[in-house]
């Protein structure tokens, strides 16, 4: 008998339907409050690395996925200049083992498709139109009420209700996050052949200019900026006039960029809650928990990570109890922290403009670290 049989997720991104699907499997009542009216059809792109992979495969995903996304196992370094001259390609960390590839670039909405679909396949009842506002514990049950005036009751809700979370406030952890004074570009467009793997250029007009295939016809390409006031502009062209640096597959995405691709603008953040992620029979997952600028693609494997962990530790325990938390906390804590701490420093390092650091001493460390299952 697992330590619960009726959970309540808010929330329906990674974190929140990675564990939703381990529970309902497990035979454990769950129902996802989601906010929007409807899934979101609109998205980028995203890279999900060996570890992120690792879990999507625990969660029966991998041939589902594997056949959408765009797998690849190296990764290119050019230079800011009119050719993109390729100055090195290295081999990823296969950091969810040799049997997954280190990296799948994914259409994000396809992902969050496939994951819907296998939370609906497990039992999962989805809602949507429900924001959640405030939550009572009484110790034996937590009741949530949601805008629409509608009340729920568990006797474990999940907040994985993403960076702003509402759940996170509502157990009265202040911890908020933070700008790292950098910006993000991103688009989705179709993919020129030669973009095969993620490429990445440090520096030109922006800090980043890096792109990631998604599929045998898409891609999505990113430039990384200091942080501006871009919340009004979806204007491509701005895009494409900083795109005008940089070379290689460049001149083609810049083409699309001119041609009006849609394009999306965000703020780096970056935030840690450092001590207990619960109180009493909530406990939040995924942003809700931690967020880092994606400098090394590591938020969502964090969230779908938070969320096998967790799974893991409800079903196979009897009580929901300190040892519980306990055991999930020493599983969560310091790895997300080294995580978060790894992708600020890689940000920093680059806002610095500091030309000694050790990026790829950085990496390794991290990926020794991810490649052990968590
Ligand atoms: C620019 C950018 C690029 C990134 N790229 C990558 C990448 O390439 N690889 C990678 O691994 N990670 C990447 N990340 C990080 C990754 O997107 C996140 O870490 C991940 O999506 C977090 O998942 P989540 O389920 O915790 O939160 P979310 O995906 O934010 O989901 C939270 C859900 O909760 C819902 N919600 C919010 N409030 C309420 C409420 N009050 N009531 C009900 N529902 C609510 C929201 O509508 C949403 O559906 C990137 C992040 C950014 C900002």
Same mark, same amino acid.
């Given at each position: 008998m697992a330590a619960v049989s009726q959970v309540g997720v808010v929330g329906a991104g990674a974190a929140g339907l990675g564990v939703a699907i381990f529970l309902a499997d497990a035979g454990i009542e769950v129902e996802i409050l989601e906010k929007t009216d409807a899934p979101s059809t609109w998205g980028s792109g995203i890279t999900l690395q060996g570890n992120a992979l690792r879990v999507l495969r625990q969660l029966g995903l991998w041939e589902r996925i594997s056949e959408h996304g765009y797998a690849f196992n190296e990764l290119g370094l050019r230079a800011p200049d009119p050719n993109g001259t390729v100055l090195a390609i290295v081999d990823d960390a296969l950091m969810g083992g040799e +049997?997954?590839? /280190?990296t799948l670039g994914m259409n994000r909405p396809e992902l969050a498709s496939i994951m819907r679909e296998r939370a609906r396949e497990a039992g999962v009842k989805i809602s949507y139109g429900k924001s959640v506002e405030s939550i009572h514990d009484d110790g034996t049950r937590v009741q949530v009420h949601t805008a629409d005036g509608d009340k729920h009751d568990y006797d474990l809700l999940i907040? /994985? +209700? *993403?960076?702003?979370?509402t759940v996170r406030r509502a157990l009265g952890i202040e911890t908020e996050p933070e700008s790292t004074g950098m910006g993000i570009w991103r688009a989705f467009v179709p993919r020129p052949p030669e973009v095969v793997r993620t490429d990445l250029t440090y520096?030109?007009?922006?800090y980043i200019a890096g792109y990631c295939p998604t599929g045998e016809e898409h891609m999505y390409a990113y430039l990384v900026e200091q /942080?501006? +006031?871009?919340?009004d502009v979806h204007d491509a062209g701005v895009m494409a006039d900083l795109a005008a640096n940089y070379g290689g597959p460049w001149t083609e995405i810049r083409k699309y960029l001119q041609n009006g691709a849609q394009v999306n603008y965000t703020r780096f953040t970056t935030h840690l809650?450092? *001590?207990?992620?619960?109180r009493g029979r909530t406990v939040i997952i995924g942003d809700a928990a931690h967020s880092c600028p994606p400098t090394i693609a590591q938020g969502a494997a964090m969230a779908l990570e938070d969320a096998a962990v967790l799974a893991e530790l409800l079903i196979n325990s009897e009580t929901l109890d300190e040892r519980l938390w306990e055991q999930f906390h020493d599983r969560r804590l310091e790895r997300a922290g080294a995580v978060v701490n790894a992708s600020a420093q890689l940000g920093q390092w680059l806002f610095d403009g500091n030309?000694? /650091?050790d990026v790829p001493g950085l990496l390794a460390t991290l990926a020794a670290r991810l490649v052990v299952p968590a």
């Open positions: +049997d997954l590839p /280190a907040g /994985a +209700d *993403g960076i702003h979370s520096g030109g007009t922006c /942080a501006q +006031d871009r919340h809650v450092e *001590g207990n992620w619960h030309k000694d /650091a």
